[in-house]
């Protein structure tokens, strides 16, 4: 069975960091591209961050590109987020996905809350 557990998250203030954690297992980690979303209040999924199966390639959202992070190791079966200069609209639940993402069903994880604010 899948299984996608994230960590990490916490309340930080605007201009913080922190880092996100989805440790996988159940399936062959290094075979799969993977990706964080996140879900804020009152709104749907949205995609945040992909990465290709050996690390080499990334992507992001507008919206995070300069501030977020994308890595993995696959020796840990261990996805990371690295978030800098968060700001009060990054606040959200996230997740960790595989590819492809299906932003319109709910993530396998329990995510990890992100809260920005002061």
């Known amino acids: 069975e899948v299984q996608l557990v994230e960590s990490g998250g916490g309340l930080v203030q605007p201009g913080g960091s922190l880092r996100l954690s989805c440790g996988a297992s159940?399936?062959?980690?290094?075979?799969?591209?993977m990706n964080w979303v996140r879900q804020a209040p009152g709104k749907g999924l949205e995609w945040v961050s992909s990465?290709?199966?050996?690390?080499?390639?990334?992507d992001y959202a507008d919206s995070v590109k300069g501030r977020f992070t994308i890595s993995r190791d696959n020796t840990k079966n261990t996805l990371y987020l690295q978030m800098n200069s968060l700001k009060p609209e990054d606040t959200a639940v996230y997740y960790c996905?595989?590819?492809?993402?299906?932003?319109?069903?709910?993530?396998r994880g329990q995510g990890t809350q992100v809260t920005v604010s002061s």
């Open positions: 159940g399936f062959t980690f290094s075979t799969y591209a």
């Open positions: 990465i290709s199966r050996r690390g080499i390639s990334t």
């Open positions: 996905a595989k590819s492809p993402v299906n932003l319109t069903r709910p993530p």
